[in-house]
Antibody
Framework: VKLVESGGGLVKPGGSLRLSCAAS????????MSWIRQAPGKGLEWVSY????????FYADSVRGRFTISRDNAKNSLYLQMNSLRADDTAVYYC??????????????WGQGTLVTVSS | QSALTQPPSVSGSPGQSVTISCTGT?????????VSWYQQPPGTAPKLIIY???NRPSGVPGRFSGSKSGNTASLTISGLQAEDEADYYC??????????FGGGTKLTVL
């Protein structure tokens, strides 16, 4: 399993950013995928997940209405569109594969993360 | 979506055992066996070490074990080794069809 995030960077409050995650070495469309973030020096926070076909999405309260998760199975890619960014969105954003083959597993594989910094 | 409750820190000497608790509610830990544990050494991405309360992914040493009673899940590390020093996080599925993490526990090997 290989997951490689990109698209992080410095953005001003109120701005937008789109993260991407390139997946390989597994059948991407068979798996739910999640975004998980970690603010500097803080713990992990689940952000959003999307079903394998892309029809089902759920969001954390802290990002609902501002962030949109999507995927392109033809390109083996996962995305996170982040709008109306705030300082407290500053974090390393991880792309992760979920596994619903059994009872349900969040994040059985992780990318290396991409840093998003929201600051004026 | 309140975080699950973990102790901020635990410590133990090499060879000893330590247990990290993860307390939730009937809306998350108490309702599902979808509880996982992750290990995160400094400067690295987290790694799954326990899933579905008690199961270990391939390659995770048998020194790591998980359990659950009611609304509280636990991770036990037996025969502590210096390489086990890391942050540990639990997660659980919730009745709102979302996921929630614990606040994390820093393990120090003395």
């Amino acid at each position: 399993v290989k997951l490689v995030e990109s698209g992080g960077g410095l953005v001003k409050p109120g701005g937008s950013l789109r993260l991407s995650c390139a997946a390989s070495e597994f059948t991407f469309s068979d798996y739910y995928m999640s975004w998980i973030r970690q603010a500097p020096g803080k713990g992990l926070e689940w952000v959003s997940y999307i079903s394998g076909g892309g029809s089902t999405m759920f969001y954390a309260d802290s990002v609902r209405g501002r962030f949109t998760i999507s995927r392109d199975n033809a390109k083996n890619s996962l995305y996170l569109q982040m709008n109306s960014l705030r300082a407290d969105d500053t974090a390393v954003y991880y792309c992760a594969r979920d596994n619903w083959g059994g009872s349900g597993i969040l994040a059985d594989s992780w990318g290396q993360g991409t840093l998003v910094t929201v600051s004026s | 979506q309140s975080a699950l409750t973990q102790p901020p820190s635990v410590s133990g000497s090499p060879g000893q055992s330590v247990t990290i608790s993860c307390t939730g509610t009937s809306s998350n830990v108490g309702s599902y066996n979808r509880v996982s544990w992750y290990q995160q050494p400094p400067g690295t991405a987290p790694k799954l070490i326990i899933y579905e309360v008690i199961n270990r992914p391939s390659g995770v040493p048998g020194r790591f074990s998980g359990s659950k009673s009611g609304n509280t899940a636990s991770l036990t590390i037996s025969g502590l080794q210096a390489e086990d020093e890391a942050d540990y996080y639990c997660s659980s599925y919730t009745t709102s069809s979302t996921w929630v993490f614990g606040g994390g526990t820093k393990l120090t090997v003395l």
